[in-house]
């Protein structure tokens, strides 16, 4: 009996000792699990290593489906020749959308890394887009921005630094100069970072030549002059701080204006165009425009809450006014509806002498968080355009718009937006005794009666329902 407890116990110890070795060469709970993914953070950017390399990447973006609504009334269009302007009346209110479809793709690929000089970023913004219908963005794909960052250096497609907030709260624009959310400029700029959250600015940007940043219902690029060829970038200066309490920016662009009107000592310019500035309806000058804006954030009102202002001059710079910008750039034709404001850098008399523009634009949005889910964003803009130097009173001396409107989001869970935006603007032009009003013309499904009043006022609104899933 006792030989048997012997080996019995035996056998048991050494099958548990068997069964602990095979343990030992198994995973534990303890043991941590292999990393097939390491996770950065380099200059506040969470991301993962790319395989074999010291850089840290990011992978993000949005996708939206939105539906749009607007009222549409009687159109007008401008006709220009040099020394002349006409006023026509558009197509049938019969044929024209008052409602639309817009879906995008918006992805982001960031990707960064230290260096002896700072963090050294290229970002890239892709943008997909399919539209239809009232006030839609139509279809195609482009590169909305495109940059590289390095000690203080940024080069590529790129916000302006002239900008303060952009376009306002709203998928559609208030006056307010844009060039951030759209239509960015491509550029080189330096940034020279002081203490105490200040910053300095010096930046050589694309001019657009004499492009406008509108693709709205009926956008309408007025003016009676032809853009000259770019010799020189346009040039933005701008001190800013960014502090617990907000933000505020001072800036300023200086603007080339190079243009012809088409008509050069009584003919037609030469072969290509070239006019040598030497004669002829040219002109050759800088425009300029100035922008002041300060941001508060208003945590006693609700996390998140702020509110921001700003104020723009120009003069030759119209692009740089926000006008361009302000609900999808119709300069004023809301929906296409009454009769554009004559937006240009400058306009020729036909006899060698030209007008200049001045425009200035104040904007001011709030935003207020109710909850986690709920938000608002009210917003309120106001512009005026005044032309001076005009010779026979052939386009309005003064023109005054002013768009008001509000976004409204619930988000109900995590990286899901339902948002809703209603923005409503009117405009006024003061008559110009030398245009010429057209006659009845013929246009199926019915003819386009005459234009016996000067078209002195428009109004509309525009609403816009959008559902977003960002990532």
């Given at each position: 009996?006792?030989?048997?407890?012997?080996?019995?116990?035996?056998?048991?110890?050494?099958?548990?000792?068997?069964?602990?070795?095979?343990?030992?060469?198994?995973?534990?709970?303890?043991?941590?699990?292999?990393?097939?993914?390491?996770?950065?953070?380099?200059?506040?950017?969470?991301?993962?290593?790319?395989?074999g390399s010291d850089t840290c990447f990011k992978i993000s973006g949005y996708i939206t489906g939105q539906i749009e609504a607007g009222n549409t009334q009687h159109q007008y269009l401008w006709a220009f020749a040099p020394g002349a302007a006409t006023v026509n009346q558009g197509a049938s209110t019969f044929t024209r959308h008052q409602f639309g479809w817009t879906t995008r793709a918006n992805i982001d690929l960031d990707a960064r890394q230290d260096t002896a000089y700072g963090v050294l970023r290229g970002y890239a913004e892709l943008q997909?887009?399919?539209?239809?219908?009232?006030?839609?963005?139509?279809?195609?794909?482009?590169?909305?921005?495109?940059?590289?960052?390095?000690?203080?250096?940024?080069?590529?497609?790129?916000?302006?630094?002239?900008?303060?907030?952009?376009?306002?709260?709203a998928w559609a624009n208030i006056f307010s100069p844009d060039q951030q959310g759209f239509n960015q400029p491509d550029l080189l700029a330096y940034?020279?970072?002081?203490?105490?959250?200040?910053?300095?600015?010096?930046?050589a940007q694309s001019s657009g030549s004499n492009g406008f940043s509108g693709a709205g219902t009926n956008f309408a690029a007025s003016g009676n002059a032809t853009f000259g060829g770019m010799q020189a970038p346009d040039v933005v200066a701008a001190l800013r701080v960014d502090q617990g309490w907000g933000a505020a920016q001072i800036s300023g662009v200086a603007h080339q204006v190079r243009v012809y009107d088409g008509v050069v000592g009584g003919a037609l310019p030469p072969t290509g165009g070239a006019t040598n500035g030497l004669n002829g309806n040219t002109t050759n000058k800088w425009g300029w425009g100035v922008l002041g804006g300060v941001k508060f954030n208003l945590p006693s009102f609700g996390a998140g809450d702020n509110f921001q202002v700003q104020g723009v001059w120009t003069q030759n710079a119209i692009w740089y006014s926000g006008i361009p910008d302000g609900m999808w750039g119709e300069n004023g034709q809301v929906n296409g509806n009454g009769l554009p404001m004559v937006i240009a850098d400058t306009w020729s008399n036909g006899n060698g002498t030209w007008a200049t523009p001045t425009a200035w634009s104040v904007a001011a949005t709030f935003e207020h968080h109710f909850s986690p889910q709920f938000s608002i964003d009210p917003e309120f803009s106001y512009a005026q355009l005044h032309w001076g130097g005009v010779l026979n009173n052939v386009i309005p001396a003064n023109a005054e718009s002013w768009i008001v409107g509000a976004a409204a989001h619930w988000d109900p869970v995590p990286h899901l937006d339902f948002e809703f935006e209603l923005l409503y603007q009117s405009t006024n032009q003061s008559t110009p005794k030398g245009a010429v009003l057209a006659a009845p013309g013929a246009l199926a499904p019915s003819p386009i009666p005459a234009v016996t009043v000067f078209p002195q006022n428009s109004n509309g609104f525009a609403g816009r329902f959008e559902v977003t899933r960002d990532f």
């Open positions: 009996m006792t030989l048997m407890k012997s080996i019995l116990l035996g056998s048991t110890a050494g099958i548990v000792a068997a069964a602990s070795a095979q343990a030992a060469d198994l995973p534990t709970r303890k043991a941590a699990p292999a990393e097939y993914v390491k996770i950065c953070n380099v200059g506040g950017m969470a991301g993962f290593i790319l395989p997909f887009e399919n539209g239809n219908g009232f006030d839609n963005t139509g279809t195609g794909a482009y590169i909305n921005r495109a940059y590289v960052q390095w000690a203080g250096i940024t080069a590529g497609k790129a916000n302006s630094f002239f900008s303060f907030f952009g376009g306002g709260e940034t020279a970072t002081f203490g105490g959250g200040f910053s300095a600015t010096i930046s």
